[in-house]
């Protein structure tokens, strides 16, 4: 039963973390993921599209989260651009590519689920923009998907935004996402096809998210 039909408040999506899954299928899941990467960019094929959108949103120095980092392709790009990145990643393994193939970022394990960023300072972490990328969310559980939607909302700063990209079918139905994202406090305010702003369409999401 969706989430949409107002009779039931039970999750949609899959039982366990799709991510987590493939891990316990095949140890090798992150190194070959990786190397996956590493061969399209030896390639010449463009990387960087969801980066170079965030950075024409950003002003110079924004504070930008990474959400779903992975090996820091995004996040890496855009802190070489001058923003102050933080990015996080359920996957150990990936968080250490990120850290080494660009260190002057901090890179966190950990399932954006439960995700808590603070500083130094003692502070709780507010980023401008944040970016989930990569079909992300939809690798999440039913379970997971409200709750890293929330705590992404709990860490924009108050006039930040979200912007996320997945494939409409990939069993997150956009009907289901905008559900989340109000429980979440948060407004679906552009929607688009593509990382380079094509109209809306079935197939892809690329969205810009709000406070309210």
């Known amino acids: 039963m969706s989430r949409t039909d107002p009779s039931s408040d039970r999750a949609s999506g899959p039982a366990e973390n799709l991510w987590s899954a493939a891990v316990r299928r095949n140890p090798e899941h992150a190194r070959g993921y990786a190397a996956r990467w590493r061969r399209i960019e030896a390639?010449?094929?463009?990387?960087h599209g969801e980066a170079r959108l965030l950075d024409a949103m950003a002003a110079r120095g924004s504070r930008i989260l990474d959400a779903g980092c992975g090996t820091g392709?995004?996040?890496?790009?855009?802190?070489?651009?001058?923003?102050?990145v933080v990015g996080v990643d359920l996957d150990a393994e990936l968080i250490e590519v990120a850290r080494?193939?660009?260190?002057?970022?901090?890179?966190?394990?950990?399932?954006?689920?439960?995700?808590?960023?603070?500083?130094?300072?003692?502070?709780?972490?507010?980023?401008?923009?944040?970016?989930?990328?990569?079909?992300?969310?939809?690798?999440?559980?039913?379970?997971?998907?409200?709750?890293?939607?929330?705590?992404?909302?709990?860490?924009?700063a108050e006039d930040g935004r979200?912007?996320?990209?997945?494939?409409?079918?990939?069993?997150y139905a956009l009907a289901d996402f905008e559900a989340d994202a109000a429980a979440a406090e948060?407004?679906?305010?552009?929607?688009?096809?593509?990382?380079?702003?094509?109209?809306?369409?079935?197939?892809?999401?690329v969205g810009v998210l709000s406070h309210g």
């Open 43 to 47: 390639s010449g094929q463009d990387i």
């Open 73 to 84: 392709r995004v996040g890496g790009y855009l802190a070489a651009r001058g923003h102050a």
């Open 100 to 156: 080494a193939d660009h260190p002057g970022s901090r890179w966190e394990a950990g399932n954006l689920a439960a995700l808590d960023l603070w500083g130094e300072d003692g502070e709780r972490l507010e980023f401008d923009l944040a970016v989930c990328a990569g079909n992300v969310l939809t690798f999440l559980a039913a379970s997971e998907r409200r709750p890293a939607l929330a705590a992404l909302a709990a860490h924009l």
């Open 162 to 171: 979200l912007v996320v990209g997945f494939g409409l079918d990939r069993g």
């Open 186 to 205: 948060l407004g679906l305010t552009q929607r688009f096809s593509t990382w380079d702003l094509r109209p809306a369409a079935d197939d892809f999401l």
